[in-house]
């Protein structure tokens, strides 16, 4: 069976350090990868999605990149953290059509 | 392009009383809509989707949706509520060009003891 870990599970970082947030699948090969933001327990804002190794789709222009160095992992970075990135971070993975979440990051900017 | 609407923020029921959670969805081509919930502090899990065939789709934990070509719409059903269902409820679209998912703004459902 396939499973998405994420880490860390919480993170508290201070305004302008550097962000890394890591996912990866396990018992699939090739699938879609994504990274999406959720403020306030609320909706969800995609940020980036992958198809495959080296290609990235960026949805909103702002601090944050993304990598997919292998198959299955997805890393999420900044160089320098705003206050605004605080929120809960989603990884996700799609193969066909059903779409499974990682269990989330927690990130608070002080 | 493709849009999916919960105009519902919150939707409030008592326990054992059936519940409906909605969903209406604008798409260019062939739907494919999914629910999913979230308890707090957690991620998404995957309820049911829609891609072809018979319109009542019957999903985890009781849940089922009903696809409607007519009205757009592809709303949340379950016959019986529990507490245990009180949870964010999402529902989405695949766009099939892209890969991206399109989700809806979510409805929080409150079951009442």
């Known amino acids: 069976s396939q499973t998405i870990h994420q880490w860390p599970a919480t993170l508290v970082q201070p305004v302008g350090s550097p962000l890394s947030l890591e996912c990866t699948v396990e018992g699939t090969s090739n699938p879609n990868l994504y990274w999406y933001r959720q403020a306030a327990g609320r909706g969800l804002q995609l940020l980036f999605y992958s198809v495959g190794i080296g290609q990235i789709s960026s949805e909103v222009p702002q601090n944050l990149s993304a990598s997919r160095p292998q198959d299955r992992q997805f890393i999420l970075s900044s160089k320098k953290l705003l206050l605004s990135d605080s929120g809960f971070y989603l990884c996700a993975w799609s193969r066909s059509y059903e779409q499974y979440f990682g269990p989330g990051t927690r990130l608070t900017v002080t | 392009a493709q849009s999916v609407a919960q105009p519902e923020d919150q939707v409030n029921v008592a326990e054992g009383n059936p519940l409906t959670v909605k969903c209406t969805y604008s798409v260019s081509g062939n739907p494919y809509l999914f629910w999913y919930v979230q308890y707090p502090n957690r991620g998404l899990q995957f309820l049911l989707k829609y891609i072809t065939g018979d319109n009542l789709v019957k999903g985890s934990y009781g849940f089922e949706a009903e696809f409607n070509k007519s009205q757009t719409s592809f709303h949340l059903k379950k016959p019986s509520a529990l507490v245990s269902d009180s949870a964010l409820y999402f529902c989405?679209?695949?766009?099939?060009?892209?890969?991206?998912?399109?989700f809806g703004t979510g409805t929080r459902l409150k079951v009442l003891a």
């Open positions: 989405a679209v695949l766009d099939s060009g892209t890969y991206k998912y399109i």
